[in-house]
T-cell receptor, first 115, second 112 residues
Framework: AQTVTQSQPEMSVQEAETVTLSCTYD???????LFWYKQPPSRQMILVIR??????QNATENRFSVNFQKAAKSFSLKISDSQLGDAAMYFC????????????FGTGTRLKVLA | SQTIHQWPATLVQPVGSPLSLECTVE??????LYWYRQAAGRGLQLLFY??????ISSEVPQNLSASRPQDRQFILSSKKLLLSDSGFYLC???????????FGEGSRLTVL
């Protein structure tokens, strides 16, 4: 079975600085999708970024980028120029490209942004 | 545009009482539907998912059940709630593999 691990329960970053959130996963599938979701205090889940495993290039969305290491099964999220509005829970998620349509989530990392 | 709604937003129920959480999706057809539970330190736990009417896959054996009576309606139920059923429940939908998972606003359940 696929698993997703986020080993950092909580992280802090100074406003305008850069922070990296870690995520590792375990799978026997060769093709899959990886996601980072943000859950602000409102608790509404928002997609931050998405990566297709067959693509070598790391996905980027404005200040958000990922470091996807397929061999190491690692998928970290880098937030540049951190803003107060980035404070939230961040969840890493996995979905296989075939078979079931299950999205498997990690336990989350709470990010605090310090002014 | 597509929207997803779930209700009620907040629910306080005594142990042993029944439960019904409802979720509806608008603006799309034949979505994949999901129920997740969020508890502190455990992230989002997948409870049920459905790829079509009447098709329910259960991920966690427990006293909860799910039904999909219509294409865009997903219901989470229990006949008798336990204290351990307390949590934040999220409904979500997606289309196909690799698609974005769209979440509802969530339902906070407190079992006393």
């Amino acid at each position: 079975a696929q698993t997703v691990t986020q080993s950092q329960p909580e992280m802090s970053v100074q406003e305008a600085e850069t922070v990296t959130l870690s995520c590792t996963y375990d799978t026997s599938e060769s093709d899959y999708y990886l996601f980072w979701y943000k859950q602000p205090p409102s608790r509404q889940m928002i997609l931050v970024i998405r990566q297709e495993a067959y693509k070598q290039q790391n996905a980027t969305e404005n200040r958000f980028s990922v470091n996807f290491q397929k061999a190491a099964k690692s998928f970290s999220l880098k937030i540049s120029d951190s803003q107060l509005g980035d404070a939230a829970m961040y969840f890493c998620a996995y979905e296989g490209a075939s078979g079931t349509y299950k999205y498997i989530f990690g336990t989350g990392t709470r990010l605090k942004v310090l002014a | 545009s597509q929207t997803i709604h779930q209700w009620p937003a907040t629910l306080v129920q005594p142990v042993g009482s029944p439960l019904s959480l409802e979720c509806t999706v608008e603006g799309t057809s034949n979505p994949n539907l999901y129920w997740y539970r969020q508890a502190a330190g455990r992230g989002l736990q997948l409870l049920f998912y459905s790829v079509g009417i009447g098709q329910i896959s259960s991920e966690v054996p427990q006293n909860l059940s799910a039904s999909r009576p219509q294409d865009r309606q997903f219901i989470l139920s229990s006949k008798k709630l336990l204290l351990s059923d307390s949590g934040f429940y999220l409904c979500a939908w997606s289309k196909g593999h690799g698609g974005e998972l769209f979440f509802g606003e969530g339902s906070r359940l407190t079992v006393l």
